[in-house]
């Protein structure tokens, strides 16, 4: 039985990204390049990554989740995401934010990511 959430009626659950941003493609590769340690999949297929907001002043604040709340890396990975954001050409600050709303599900995953978990 689903659980009612608490949210302005048609809003999205989760923030858009902004996708039109000359950044964003590079901020996208950057996030492909932190893994899991216990998944062989990057964090932006397995659907970590939430939200990729990029301001006019180029400051990018990622919001992601994790697997699961207790996951072992938990207060490592936003730093790893950080370090790989921060070194880019343009971008003048990285902000990471652990949301769990929505939770994580495997359903989140791309399918290049299914495809090497064997999911498909």
């Known amino acids: 039985m689903n ?3 608490e949210h302005l009626e048609g809003a999205p ?6 996708t039109d941003h000359p950044l964003y493609d590079s901020v ?4 492909r390049s ?5 998944i062989p999949v990057n964090i932006y297929d397995l659907g970590l990554i939430y939200t990729i907001d990029i301001t006019d002043q180029n400051e990018v604040a990622i919001i992601m989740t994790l ?6 890396v938990a207060g490592e990975m936003p730093g790893w995401i ?9 971008v003048k600050q990285v902000s990471v934010d652990i949301s769990w709303e929505p939770p994580w599900g495997m359903e989140m995953m791309s ?5 090497e978990l064997g999911f498909m």
Not at 13 to 18: R, T
Not at 34 to 38: A, G, I, Q
Request: proline residues 16%.
């Open 3 to 5: 659980q009612p959430t």
């Open 13 to 18: 659950l989760i923030k858009p990204s902004s």
């Open 28 to 31: 996208v590769e950057a996030c």
């Open 34 to 38: 932190v893994y899991d340690p216990e």
């Open 67 to 72: 697997t699961a709340p207790g996951c072992p």
């Open 82 to 90: 950080a370090e790989a954001i921060e070194p880019m050409a343009g």
């Open 111 to 115: 399918d290049e990511a299914r495809l």
